[in-house]
């Protein structure tokens, strides 16, 4: 480290100061912060690493190679494309806790060793949960500390994970951890904990409900920075230690098509974008599953797209939020007559994340299903397919639809302010540029990239099913079947459409919304009984708690030691 | 000419001074007290305290340095009376280690009580409340130097009965109750403890503990019973003493109702050292001579351990009185010391051991800041500190400092303890114990959580409407015990490279 700081220290001091400032003064060095971090980041001597000795392993605090370098340039863009849009906003509580969850991603990516990974995942689940907090009503209290025991359960696994894997190895360093069959060692626990723990943070099926819970919960400005950081952070821990797991394919397959269900019904389009980021995690996962050159690199610059992308998206919602005060479908409508700016941004969100052509998700995303196919995996590809179709119908189409166009709603709300604005375009730019030139991106990828995106071959398909995506929404729209202000009728209109699988998707996803649901109230039924349980037993008036006369000390002392002469005398 | 007269005379001195220092553990804070009682006024015996305190972790420290440096134990007999007829004072790495920790919390907390306890005791009580606490430091002090079974339970009961009394000192009047009902079970505890070296004598003739293991064995093969009864009657005993769940009902209200310095000062020292005694009876001289699964302690340690960081953890969670919340998470943090114990491996003791120091760092911080909290505000309770660290910046501070460490943040002590005593587990083969251990921590979130929550996200009330950081004589004793819990998370050598050497001596005497 010659003269340069720890690239997530440089967030930690911005934080601090922001705490000690306000005002425009306080704008104007949060915006510093990510600058300054880029211009650290920049000098960074290649694989840098800063190491310090704790018991008798090495912590590398900074590991400075192509894939984390990578996510840590993401993350300073994304931190100041995030910060520009929340300037307006005056609270001091959101602008420290936005630094130093910034800073914990950078800290967390670039971490070489796995205890210094396990600080910045806790670190991450403890600053953001402000964000959450920030809405200030009661529910949103209620989901915050959900959200925060989530996360900090993940954590504690990770923990424990790292534990046996650290005993197993004799290392703590985070490098491919790989996944060996279960079969009762330690090196085999630790395995599968500090997956199940990237499972929780990637918001994998069935550990995801944090997510779509919490996310669409948090204020405008405060969802834009959840989206880019911990489930990313979560991408990379996959991307560095279990790249080319099997596993991997099939839960990134699941992930994939799992969210696209709950998209099509939900009214909520901050929730839709929730579901939606699952989806395109699982497009993630699946590359890292295949684990060839070509699929991580297809992995990783889907994430760096993604977060550029899912951020303009989430960023046009929390501007229509900022200004009418709900992103419900039924309530939205017709915002593009005052609102065109926000309109077009959103667009090209909604462009990108479709994967058009020359925006960003095309160049990205379909590196990973050539490596589906590549690899032998055709029903992978089929079920990438399916989701890209889905993926058009409830981002590209839905989303910018039902919130600026649709039925006019009535409503002319201003448009966004200035630094949303410039935030927004900032993030359009990037998704342009990317889509246009991806070289740029390419050469930042860990693997020398061999692909060229912009093949016939390529092109032809994405339009193709662009095409028929477009088309049948549209067909049906126009029949009268799509009815646009009851979404949750969107379903049938889905299934016309989709004739090949009609009932079997309708069972689907009965089931799963009833899985879903009885988990949920069964799972809230029962922490709220034991939680009450717990108060009865151990609450001051509990059995344990309250104050015991002496004599019955005496008994319990005398009680222990019959129970050992007991056994002496046996 | 005087220059080198100084130089052939000082070597001679420190000499001296180098062979003696086993008995200057005990006899520095004795004579200590005697000047304490003599004095009248509580300034003077405060100074008397802490130049007592002082000199003493000098002392400590000697003989830890005589002691690393040595390859045997440093024996030492009292007025050169050889054992099995003399007492012995017997120390290794492990003894002097605890020594270095009561000295060193005695040492670095001293300074704390010339405010607090010019507050809650009256200025007549004064000399005899810091004669009392010179007594309570050399009781334990004699505890841990000691070679001798019966000298053990002397100094126990020095180190007990000061802490009554000191306990009963404290302002609120149900300290009185707190301490009778500590004085009942700690006698209960050193009753059991001296029964249990009774049976010992019969069957042995000595009392000497290296003695002891190594007549212990012979004996067991003509009369096990007695020996396994003793055994049990000092297992329980010392358990007691710990405030080994559920035999730790004594220990809360003694913590809340005390007086501030009091609580800090036992908190971090009282218990640890009954653990050290356990330890050394259990492996050295049990663990010697007969096969220690003759008693299925190793399990009921572990089941009680673990009921201990789960339940005491719980209940401090609902506990209003942050001293009372201190004082079960100190209930649940002794079951992490005693489930390190159970495992009973080199990496599981060593984890045990290493707690002890990272324990008492921390909790030490944690009661000097909720004490100056009370100092300043006259209050514990959680529903009155709304916003208290906006008041109380540096002591709230250090307060989360600790809490991180409870917690077991990596770059704590907390951490390093928690690693140790998972290593140890997954060594031994018993894996569940890592979720056992990781789940407390996952309590321990909470209840720490509280307090930052009330702390630093309410606004604050009218009645903390003077509260401000204590002054610097209570700060610093708080700021160094907050440093070195960060110390002791980055840096082992103090710490975990000591308590290795410490276990591989309990380890390597076990038959």
Known sequence: MTGNLAPFLVFYIGAALAALTSGALRSALMLCVPLAGAYNLWTLPPSTTLDLQLLDYTLQLVRADKLS??????FHLAAFIAILFALHVKDRTQAVAGLVYAGSAVGAVMAGDLITLFVFWEMLAVSSVFFILARGSAHSYATAMRYLIIQVASGVILLAGILFHAKATGSIAFGSIGLPTFDGSAAAIGAWLILIAIFIKAAVPLFHNWLTDAYPEATATGTVFLSAFTTKVAVYALARGFAGVDLLVTIGTIMALYPIFFAVIENDLRRVLSYSMMNQIGFMIVGIGIGTNLAINGAVSHAFNDVIFKGLLFMSMGAVL?????????????LFRSMPW?????????LSISAVPLFSGFVSKSMIMVAAIEEGHPLVWLALLFASAGVVEHAGIKIPYFAFFAHDSGQRPKEAPLNMLLAMGLAALVCIFNGAYPWILYAA????????????????TQV???????????????????PDEIPSRNIDAEWTYRKALPAVSGAVLALATLTRRGVETIGGKLVSRIERELRRQNGPEGY????WPTGFMALWTTAMLGAYLLFAYL | MSVLAAAATAPSFAFVIGDHLPILQVIVPLLGAVLCALTRRGSFAFAIAALVSWSLLGVAIMLLWQVLGAAAPITYYIGGWAPPWGIEYRVDALNAFILVLVAGVGAITIPFAYRTVGKEIDEDKQSWFYALFLLCLSGLMGMAVTGDAFNIFVFMEVSSLSAYALIAMGSDRRALLAAYQYLIMGTIGATFYVIGIGLLYVVTGTLNLADLATRIGPAFGTAPQPILAALAFIVVGISLKLA???????????YAFAPTFVTTFLAATATKVAVYILLRLYFTVFGGAISLSDLPIAEVLLMLSIAAMFIASILAVYEDSVERMLAYSSVAQIGCITLGMAIATRAGLTGSIVHLLNHAVMKATLFMAIGAVVYRVGTSCMSELAGIGRKMPLTMGLFVVAGLSIIGVPGTAGFISKWQLGIGAVD????????????????????????????????PGDNLADARDPPASMLIPMALLGAATIYFGLDTTWSAQIADTAAQILIGGLK
């Not at chain 1, 926000?342 to 909604?350: D, E, H, K, Y």
């Not at chain 2, 251990?437 to 307090?451: D, Q, T």
């Open chain 1, 464 to 482: 193709q099913l662009l095409a028929f995506a477009v088309l049948a929404v549209v067909a049906l729209h126009k029949s009268g079947l799509y």
């Open chain 1, 342 to 350: 926000t309109t077009t941004f959103c667009l090209v969100g909604a």
């Open chain 1, 445 to 460: 990828l860990p693997f020398p990239v061999d692909y060229a995106p912009f093949t016939f071959e390529h092109i032809l």
């Open chain 1, 544 to 547: 344990f708690g309250r104050d």
């Open chain 1, 322 to 334: 900022y200004r009418t005060g709900t992103t419900k479908a039924s309530e939205l409508g017709g």
């Open chain 2, 428 to 459: 031994a083969g018993l894996w569940p114990l890592v979720f056992v251990l990781v789940g407390s921590s996952l309590i321990a979130v909470i209840y720490i959580g509280k307090v930052v929550e009330v702390a630093y996200f309410r606004e």
């Open chain 2, 244 to 254: 080994l769940f559920p035999l730790h009902l004594w220990l809360p209200n003694a």
């Open chain 1, 69 to 74: 370098l990578l996510f840590a340039w993401l």
